[in-house]
Every structure is written in C-alpha cells, then in structure tokens.
C-alpha cells in the first residue's frame, strides 16, 4: 500500500504514477474520499463514545430528575455508538479496498507499456550458429526434458527433467545458492502454500489474480515465487537493521499461466511448475535504490557463470507489477528465436509490501518505520534455454559451463543419447 501521508500531502504525484502505468487515476481520488470518510466516522465515533464515559462518571454523582436526564441519555448514547463504530468499521474496511487498488509510486521507470523498455547493455557475444535447434529438440536428444510423459502425467506445460536436465537444474540452482551464501544471504528452503494474506500482502491478488492456483478446501495459494513467504516472514514484526537483511529462497514454483493460451507452449518456457532461487531484502527505505543494483549485479554474475549472452533492460512503467516501483530484468539470447526471453527479474517495491504485511524496523531514534524490500531472480528452471541452445555444438552435444561442471561429475561435453 502506498504512504497515506504522501496522498494527502500530494496526491497529483500518485494521479501523475497511476497515469504512467496506463491505470486509472478515479482510484486515487477514490482513495482521498475513502480516507477522508473513515477519519470523519472515527471522529464520529470517538467523540460520542468520550460523551458516554463522561455521562457514566456523571450518572454515579447525580440524584433525582438530573439522575433521570443522565440515564435517559445514557440509553440514547449507546444506540448512537453502536451505530458509529458500525459506520467506523465499515468506513475502515471501504479504506482498507480503496488503498489495496492503488498501485506503488513509480520511481524513474521509463514511460510507455510493454514494449517501452530501455536496454541498458548487451553482455557477451551471441554463438553463431548455422541451423540451431531449440531447447527442446537438443533436451530430447540428450534424454533431459521429456513434455510428452508430463503431458501424460500432468497435462499441458507440464514436463520431466531426467538425467542430465535434472542434474543441470539441480546444479544451476545450487550453484545460485552458493554464490548467494558467499555474498551474506541467508539460504532458506521455504513453504510452497500460503496464506490468502501473505499473498494480498505481496500484492499477487491483484490484477494477477487469475495466474494464481488456490486451494479452496484450505484456504490456502501455492506460490509463483517464494518472493511471497520470505515477504511474509517478517510480517507483524520490527527488525533490528543495521544493514539489509538478505534471504536466498529456493522453491518450486506454480502458475496457471491464464491468458496465455496459445503462445510459447512449446517446451519449458511457459509452464506451470518450476524451480527457483529467489533474492529477497528488507532494508531501510533510504537504502533501496542502492540494493536494487546490488541484486541486479548478483543476478549478472550468475549469468556470466553459465557463460550465456545477454541484455539488461530498465522496464517500462505501464508493465510493472502493482507493487514496484522500478524494475530491471535480464534477458538471455536464445538461438533458436533469434531474440532475446527474460529470465530473471529484479524489483524495488519501496515500503509497499511492508506496510501491507506489518514489518517495520526501528530508526535512529528508536521510533518503528515501515521497511522498504525488494527481491530479484537468481536462477529458474527457464535458465536451461538458453543454457542448451548457447552451448549446442553441431554433432548434438552440449558444452557445459565451467561454473556447472562440478555438479555433473566433472563432464564438459553433454552427448546425445542414441
């Protein structure tokens, strides 16, 4: 949720935001009234609940006809606080719905939509490669990724990684688990079902809404990113901050994918589940701007490990989520479509998720103030794309990346499987 106090203090800066992401800006003043409306009945409220405790004092010290006023009063006053702390209730919960609509204010994202984005650099050279083949043919050579058997199993955008797919997952993400302990981030495994407000907290029931899998008989969501448990770890707690506070989440992860039918179905690219290591940080507000390169920089050099070329964009205000404010992701060259695909992400989402999810740190003079977080992909179950397509070799093989080849037995070369 936005700052209250930065709407009533300038509310044609969040109109200005809401405009730049292509978003409504009746919801801002929306949000003014529903603000206005809830102080007003708590006023309301406050003020005959004092006259009732005043009347009570005054009802032990009277006698005769004043007596009789006072209780005849007394009665009138209960009628009216009842119905005031109903008005002050709903006013608080209409509150509660007009400023879960508003989106973050954005912070020095380029203006325009999805195809707005600004690319900052190009990293590494694309492999030439006559004829590529794309992930999916290479990964059935090598008997990695089997669609046809998670099809059979699961439905569609469902897949098995076997062999050598399993094992270059596995290793990529405990290779990003490695290079995130040696920077001081906490390693967590964490819980892949939440609760509804750990997912509201994170502001995934939003526009998204319909990507999200639920579990109506518990009440529970299954997560499209572990983004959403590290967020709510903290939740109702005040953090001692002396620095930020870094967690490497590893997850697997669940989309429905609504919407998206018909477009990249096939292979690995768009499915319904897949693995993660996600970047998480609670840090002072002050302090956002500077982790946010930190985390893009840690995402950079995960790249540079599995040796793949590619680009890093500054993403366009009309395409960021509800709760960021600014965005880079990084997208790796993928042969087989001539172009660049997204596989990691990064966002400052200020104190948006923390003032929804009640986390708060202590400041210079022991006064709570809401944290600011942020998170960003380390490595994803779409790193193996480009990873086979960069690396094939025109006899069928794949090279595998130094930084990878610990973690399948020292081989450096993956052949196909005849």
Known sequence: ????????????????????????????????????????????FETVRAEQKSIGKDVAKASGEQ????????????????????????????LKRAHM???????????????????????????????????????????????????????????????????LQLGMLQLAIQQAVEHGFIPSITPTLVRPESMEGTGYLGAHASEVYRLEADDLYLVGTSEVALAAYHSNEILDLDGPRRYAGWSSCYRREAGSHGKDVRGILRVHQFD???????????????????????EEE???????????????????????????????????????????????????????????YRDDNGKPQTVATLNGTLATTRWLIPILENHQQPDGSVRVPKALQPFLGGRDVLEPVR
């Open 101 to 167: 609509a508003v989106s973050n204010v954005v912070e020095g994202a380029p203006p325009g939509g999805e195809d707005d984005f600004v690319v900052l650099r190009e990293v590494g050279d694309i492999p030439r490669i006559e004829v590529p083949k794309d992930h999916l043919e290479i990964g059935e050579t090598l008997r990695a990724i089997d669609t046809e058997r998670g099809a059979k199993v699961s439905g569609s955008r469902f897949y098995f990684l076997t062999g050598v797919g399993a094992l």
């Open 67 to 94: 007596r009789a006023a006072l209780l005849a009063r007394t009665k009138d006053l209960a009628v009216e606080v009842k119905a005031a702390e109903a008005a002050a209730s709903e006013a608080e919960q209409a």
């Open 1 to 44: 949720m936005i700052d209250l106090r930065l709407l009533r203090e300038d509310p044609d800066l969040i109109r200005a935001s809401q405009r730049l992401r292509g978003e409504s800006t009746e919801l801002v003043d929306a949000l003014l009234r529903a603000d206005e409306e809830r102080r007003a009945a708590t006023q309301r």
């Open 302 to 360: 995960m790249l540079a490990k599995v040796e793949i070329p590619y680009r890093v964009i500054d993403v366009a205000a009309g395409d960021l989520g509800s709760s960021a404010v600014r965005k880079f992701d990084c997208e790796a060259w993928v042969p087989s479509q001539g172009r660049y695909r997204e596989v990691t992400s990064t966002s400052n989402t200020t104190t948006f998720q923390a003032r929804r999810l009640n986390i708060r």
């Open 276 to 298: 993660k290591v996600e970047m998480f940080s609670f840090c002072r507000p002050e302090d956002a701007a500077e982790e946010h390169q930190r985390l893009l920089a840690m």
